[in-house]
């Protein structure tokens, strides 16, 4: 069993920076060969953001924040973080982290675990 916990959500201004972690536990099965960021705005579909690689650390990102978002790994502390910079109102979204067996996987049905989520808000 993968246990995933979001952190770091909260309020900016357009422009400014969040960052966010998911504290990665469990991770003895076939569903934790990659860790994602998903969003979901009211009204949306969840949307792909950037998965890492547990193994390599390769990344992959989606189109809407290529550039601007940034996903790492801290080995030390078993985390997922995902730097936000250049944050604008359409960023505003609930965000999940998930685990998945495979990499790069854009769909959230691909993903196994979920975190509960964790609210950025971004103000104009």
């Known amino acids: 069993q993968v246990q995933l916990v979001e952190s770091g959500g909260g309020s900016v201004q357009a422009g400014g920076s969040l960052r966010l972690s998911c504290a990665v536990s469990g991770r003895h099965s076939i569903g934790s060969n990659a860790v994602g960021w998903f969003r979901q705005a009211p009204g949306k579909v969840r949307e792909f953001v950037a998965a890492i690689k547990w193994t390599n650390d390769n990344t992959c990102y989606g189109d809407s924040v290529k550039g601007r978002f940034t996903i790492s790994r801290d080995h030390s502390k078993n985390t997922v973080d995902l730097q936000m910079n250049s944050l604008t109102p359409e960023d505003t979204a609930v965000y999940y982290c998930?685990?998945?067996?495979?990499?790069?996987?854009?769909?959230?049905?691909?993903?196994?675990?979920w975190g509960q989520g964790t609210q950025v808000t971004v103000s104009s």
């Open positions: 998930a685990g998945a067996g495979g990499f790069c996987y854009r769909v959230r049905y691909n993903y196994d675990y």
